[in-house]
């Protein structure tokens, strides 16, 4: 069962091309604007643990800025090493609210 929750405000939102970090509920995640539209991943890279809400944007995917580990923000796959992922959260907006599924 969907558990939706109010990750921030559609003004806190980070603009296109950028990242940022939020924690709901104990959860850490990591917010990406690719072209205008926001998508939700787990703020742990699973390399070293590096805060990929700190990282960039490259492409499509989100970029940890401890060892460069590039993660496809809608399916959470990483470009290299094959096989390495992390999560990613639905994630929609409901007028100023941003909010995610984190169930």
Not at 27 to 51: F, K, M, T, W, Y
Not at 60 to 83: I, M, Q, R
Request: charged share 20%.
């Amino acid at each position: 069962m969907a558990q939706w929750v109010r990750l921030c405000g559609v003004a806190e939102a980070p603009p296109v091309g950028r990242v940022m970090e939020a924690e709901v509920e104990g959860v850490a995640i990591c917010l990406a604007n690719v072209n205008g539209e926001l998508s939700a991943l787990d703020n742990v890279c699973p390399h070293r643990q590096g805060p990929l809400g700190q990282g960039w944007i490259e492409g499509e995917a989100v970029v940890c800025p401890w060892h460069s580990w590039a993660f496809n923000v809608k399916t959470g796959l990483a470009e290299y090493p094959a096989d390495e992922r992390v999560e990613v959260f639905p994630l929609r907006v409901e007028g100023e609210d941003v909010l995610v599924d984190i169930e």
